[in-house]
């Protein structure tokens, strides 16, 4: 197949291509995976509005096109977000991170996708762009299920934005491979916990990946927690929770059941 590639310097040039029916690429680590040599594609990766990482009324504002590396190494989201930094220190490889981009890995919408727990754990919003403006969506609504997202026709990612907790939250992400490194999730766990002066915890955010078609947020674990300590009693009792909650499947890399273990399980890391 003849490639036809072509490398916008902004938005006002991406849209013709878009409408010419050519199909966006950031880092290529999933495109090309999946497709192979790609037929008519239009690259993000020189325009300048889907780069940045910034701090927007009490949000962590991420360009789609930065990449997991870029991320990872920026004060902002290492300070600032640790449950999300922890995640792209274990996303594939020092190459992949080099190249995949946060935007990718939220429009390949895969259940086991690492940035995503935390992002549903940050109250996330996706920020779309088209050639008629932007517009906001909050991440659980954008992703419909595995590789299904509400992107609209002629629309792409510009950014993802985070709420950024307020010091001292409790901050945590851990993921289960079938090996240490280069592994795809096989159960993930992020946790975004306020805790009052004693030690109880006001409010809590848990969010699990591989465990079901999207990321999922756990209400009756999150309620169980809240106005509880982070003692091993509790922790057990929220893990039994979370086994009810979730829907994990067979696959090659793991059955069902052992999801569902594993799951319950990894609250107790939570424990101080
Ligand atoms: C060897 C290997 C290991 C991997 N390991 C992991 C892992 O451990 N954890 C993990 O989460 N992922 C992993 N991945 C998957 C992949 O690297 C990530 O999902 C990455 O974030 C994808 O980003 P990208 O920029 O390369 O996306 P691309 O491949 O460029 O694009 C992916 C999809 O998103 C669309 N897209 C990209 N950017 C935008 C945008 N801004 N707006 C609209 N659509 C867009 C593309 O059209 C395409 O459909 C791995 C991949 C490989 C090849």
Known sequence: MNADVRCPGSLAELWPLLEDGFAVMAGGTDL?????????????????????????????????????????????TASGLPVLARALSVLGSPLVRNMGTIGGNIVTASPAGDTLPPLYALDAVVELASRQGTRRVPLDGFILGPGRTALGEGEIVSAVLARIPAAGEVQHFEKVGRRKALAISVVSLAAVL???????????????????????????????????????????????????????IDDLRATAAYRRTVAGNLPLRLAV
């Not at 790609?38 to 325009?47: D, F, K, M, N, Y």
């Not at 106005?227 to 979730?246: F, K, N, P, S, Y």
């Open 194 to 248: 306020r805790l009052d002066g004693s030690g109880t915890v006001a409010s809590a955010r848990l969010a699990l990946g591989s465990v079901g078609p999207t990321v999922l947020r756990c209400p009756r674990a999150e309620a169980m927690l809240t106005g509880r300590r982070l003692d091993r009693e509790t922790l057990l009792a929220v893990g039994e929770t979370l086994r009810e909650e979730i829907s994990p």
């Open 32 to 76: 090309l995976a999946r497709r192979g040599a790609p037929g008519r594609v239009a690259c993000l990766e020189r325009i300048a509005g889907l780069q940045g990482i910034r701090e927007e009324e009490g949000l962590l504002r991420m360009g789609a096109c930065e990449t997991h590396s870029r991320l990872l190494r920026h004060p902002l």
